[in-house]
């Protein structure tokens, strides 16, 4: 469900760029900016990337208990999970493309303030195991900011990080069944 969520994102940023910009191909992807021997990704050049940099559970509880009546019976629904994943944006353009790079990194700050709820209404194509997402910009200090960039192993971009709220995993698997309990019901008439 997370790469779901990803891919939404960077579409949805593919068909806004290609609207503003007139064009022809995507300059968003979901990569890594760097292979695992340190080496720059090849599908990155000149590109925004937009990465995994942390999934958290959300704390704030939602929903307690999830009951529901099936007949004579209370079915218990495990509950479903809310997490936070935290994602990079980075504009990764070399040289002359430098003011590509803050130009599209500031029409994805535009978009994200105009589009920072999404939701079935405002994205048909939000998958429908997903309530709706939440984009806050998550303002991180320059000390870790530098560790951020330490720990992906590259040097800094220009980038920013959203923090994305409320993807539900809703596991409807059912753990537990147990008797209504009610007024008796006389077996006489």
Do not use: C
């Not at 994205?123 to 709706?132: A, G, T, Y």
């Not at 990080?161 to 539900?168: G, L, Q």
């Amino acid at each position: 469900m997370i790469n779901l969520t990803v891919q939404l994102l960077a579409t949805q940023l593919n068909q806004h760029f290609r609207r503003i910009y007139n064009l022809n191909e995507d300059v968003v992807v979901v990569s890594n900016l760097l292979e695992l021997d340190g080496t720059v990704a090849t599908n990155v050049s000149n590109k925004l990337v937009i990465f995994l940099v942390n999934i958290e559970k959300d704390a704030v509880p939602f929903r307690n208990v999830n009951l529901h009546e099936v007949g004579d019976r209370e079915v218990q629904n495990s509950l479903p999970l809310y997490f936070n994943i935290y994602l990079m944006m980075t504009a990764n353009f070399t040289g002359n493309n430098y003011p590509e790079a803050l130009k599209f990194l500031s029409s994805t700050i535009s978009f994200f303030q105009k589009n920072h709820v999404i939701n079935q209404q405002s994205v048909p194509e939000l998958d429908s195991r997903i309530e709706k997402l939440i984009l806050d910009i998550e303002n991180l200090s320059i000390q870790d900011l530098s560790n951020l960039w330490g720990a992906l192993g590259g040097k800094y971009l220009p980038s920013i990080v959203y923090r994305v709220r409320m993807v539900a995993f809703d596991a409807e698997d059912i753990v537990g069944r147990t008797a209504v309990v009610g007024e008796p019901k006389p077996l006489v008439k």
